[in-house]
């Protein structure tokens, strides 16, 4: 008995999700040259032919994997956009976000796609949009919305929490780009966590409410 469309959709959705994640992982080597398609069919060990069915293109191949783990990434999003309970204070808000993120980097994925985002990006504009769109402006839309819960509650200062949410999460993308990706750790080791304290700090004096960046 043939099988049914669905269970033939969900094969299909499964194998294409497990090439994405082959994918993911050869395009983050950093190998210094930018993988063709077919190496990436080879890491996936699959033919070209099978990975051009799935995906269509190289191109195709990295907004997949950036629109994947953006879908998976969801939850993370949404505490981020969450509102939080007043007995939350800013300082702590702000701390929470960071050391998240921080966390996240470290994993088997966030960091990742930074990287992939980057290296691509940076050879192909159309990559580059799709970086943005799927991988770092989804965080910092959050973000931007974390913010605007607190100046609604009274502890930030009215002001565009675009710009703000860019303050906020550059320095400590920058951190991380340093440290993990470009091998600050062998030639300047950075205190990540104590980079946090003293971010926040300064965004409180700089952000912060009177009442809020006093202390009070």
């Not at 470290?106 to 980057?118: A, F, Q």
């Not at 946090?196 to 300064?202: A, L, P, S, T």
Request: with cysteine; hydrophobic share 45%.
């Amino acid at each position: 008995m043939s099988r049914t469309l669905g269970a033939r959709n969900a094969q299909f959705v499964e194998r294409r999700n497990a090439l994405i994640a082959r994918a993911k992982d050869r395009l983050a080597l950093q190998t210094g040259n930018s993988p063709s398609f077919r190496e990436l069919a080879l890491a996936c060990g699959v033919s070209v032919a099978t990975l051009r069915h799935y995906f269509g293109s190289r191109d195709a191949l990295i907004k997949a994997v950036f629109a994947h783990y953006l879908q998976g990434g969801q939850r993370h999003l949404e505490r981020t956009r969450e509102a939080l309970a007043d007995t939350v204070t800013f300082e702590f808000s702000l701390h929470e976000f960071l050391t998240r993120v921080v966390k996240a980097w470290s994993g088997d994925t966030v960091g990742l796609l930074h990287r992939i985002g980057l290296a691509e990006g940076l050879r192909n504009r159309a990559t580059a949009l799709d970086y943005l769109v799927d991988v770092l402006e989804p965080t910092l839309q959050a973000l931007e919305q974390r913010l605007q819960h607190h100046v609604t509650r009274g502890d930030m200062l009215d002001g565009d929490t675009r710009y703000a949410a860019l303050m906020l999460l550059s320095p400590v993308l920058l951190a991380l780009l340093h440290q993990h990706d470009l091998g600050g750790t062998r030639c300047r080791p950075l205190a990540v966590p104590a980079l946090i304290d003293e971010h926040v700090k300064i965004f409180l004096r700089a952000y912060g409410a009177r009442n809020v960046a006093a202390g009070g």
